[in-house]
């Protein structure tokens, strides 16, 4: 790749000086134990590096094609793809009753859809207590007790409230329609076609090649081991593990239209709109345009000792994947200014070799 400096397994063009030091600045004063970063334009990687710590106590460095993060709600997009495959294959509807797939859930006083629900119009609730750090080993289906008897905060369609339960009960629907393990599903229809090798659900007290530890912030300018948690039974919500590298396989895959029909996908990454305004949110992806007025689609992911972005930018051809091993490091502004140097200084780099 003309202009691009080879360090062991990282990818850093020339040029892109401004977005490398702004993450090597997150590292050097203690904001982010480690980071992974891969931009793609145009279908091929124009950077890609790591920063930091994969494991602070041995140093292991991170590798961003081979660290194995916490990506929390990026797994939505993950999910919603494979929903998007089963519409294709008509397994599912959309503007179906989610009661439809699954009947034994507990009636409410208003029927709601799956596209309710993949659009978070559903009313159903957020996380309660200490329920965010969950450490049971439930299933999709045992993990619906956490909520199943609680009211819907609103009729659904009427407003909009950004939540993980919705997607853990897609992914039971999923389930029931299809007679297949939502996970089993997920890695036949789209891990394995997309050559997702790195993603997967995390199964705790597994240890596997290239995982991350999970760290949270010290009250100090410090980090300490994150809570155990078990996410299995939010997996579509909440629970996949994956590299940066393969995030950003997605993404490529979205722009080059290879994840589904067309015609199904544009409805996922179309905003709803809820009293007169859009929710920024299609179906399991954001959906919205950054503060230069620049159209993406994507997710940001924050759960127990992870924290990502995930973002597509269809009309710079460009995408952009940073994972952190670390609960909400509270640096989004910094990642928001290293993805505008990506975008500017991208939009100029050769991509050819």
């Known amino acids: 790749m003309a202009g691009a400096r080879l360090r062991g397994n990282d990818l850093v063009p020339g040029g892109l000086g401004k977005a490398a030091v702004l993450l090597s600045e997150l590292v050097r004063q203690n904001k982010v134990p480690g980071l992974a970063v891969t931009a ?17 106590a041995t ?65 159903i609730r957020t996380y309660k207590g200490k ?69 997967y659900p995390e199964h705790p007290g597994e240890s596997n090649v290239g995982l991350s530890r999970f760290y949270s912030k010290n009250r100090g300018n410090g980090f300490r081991l994150a809570i155990p948690v078990d996410n299995r039974y939010k997996l579509a919500g909440g629970g996949y593990l994956s590299t940066s590298e393969d995030i950003a396989r997605l993404g490529q895959a979205c722009l080059d239209k290879k994840i589904a029909d067309p015609a199904v996908i544009s409805s996922f990454l179309r905003s709803h709109r809820c009293k007169g305004k859009p929710t920024w949110y299609g179906l399991g992806w954001e959906v919205s345009e950054d503060k230069k007025g620049r159209p993406y689609y994507g997710h940001v992911g924050n759960g127990v000792g992870g924290y990502a972005n995930f973002f597509v930018y269809p009309g710079e051809q460009m995408v952009i994947s940073m994972v952190i091993n670390c609960t909400n490091p509270m640096v989004q502004e910094v990642l928001d200014e290293v993805i505008d140097h990506l975008i500017l200084q991208g939009s100029t780099s050769p991509t050819t070799p």
């Open 40 to 56: 793609r334009r145009e279908g091929r990687v124009f950077f890609q590096k790591g920063y930091g710590y994969a494991d602070l």
């Open 59 to 123: 140093k292991v460095p991170v590798n961003p094609r081979r660290t194995i993060f916490r990506v929390g709600s990026v797994s939505k997009p993950i999910a919603a793809t494979a929903l998007a495959k089963m519409v294709e294959e008509g397994t599912i509807a959309l503007d179906a009753s989610f009661y439809d797939y699954v009947p034994y859930y507990p009636k409410k006083e208003f029927d709601f859809t799956i596209r309710q629900l993949a659009g978070h119009m559903a009313g």
């Open 131 to 199: 329920e965010y750090g969950n450490n049971e080993p439930f299933t999709i289906r045992e993990g619906i007790r956490i909520f199943k008897d609680d009211p819907l905060y609103f009729e659904p369609g009427t407003d909009y409230l950004y939540n993980s339960y919705g997607w853990v009960l897609i992914s039971l629907a999923m389930q029931e329609a299809s007679g297949i393990p939502f996970e089993v599903y997920v890695k036949r229809r789209v891990l394995d076609p997309l050559g997702m090798s790195h993603t």
